[in-house]
């Protein structure tokens, strides 16, 4: 009987930081989505942002050699 009401204590304190971890795992992994969302917007916008810098011309000469290596400059 000793046995039982000791194996129902550990059961339920294992139940309990179970529980806790649980809570703390989803709190961290909400943590770690934020930033991850974060850091993808701030990747496409910078990408979006580099691509309207390389429309203009000085910028684009500036900035890549490809123009100046072409034969033939498009119009």
Known sequence: MA?????K?????????????????LLLSDEVSRILRRIILTLLVV?????MALQNEQ??????SVDRLE???LQ
């Open 3 to 7: 046995k039982s009401v000791a194996s």
């Open 9 to 25: 204590k550990e059961t339920r304190k294992l139940t309990q930081l179970k529980a806790r971890d649980k809570q703390s795992f």
């Open 47 to 51: 990408a979006a942002m580099s691509q």
């Open 59 to 64: 910028i684009r000469y500036w900035v890549t």
């Open 71 to 73: 034969g033939t400059k």
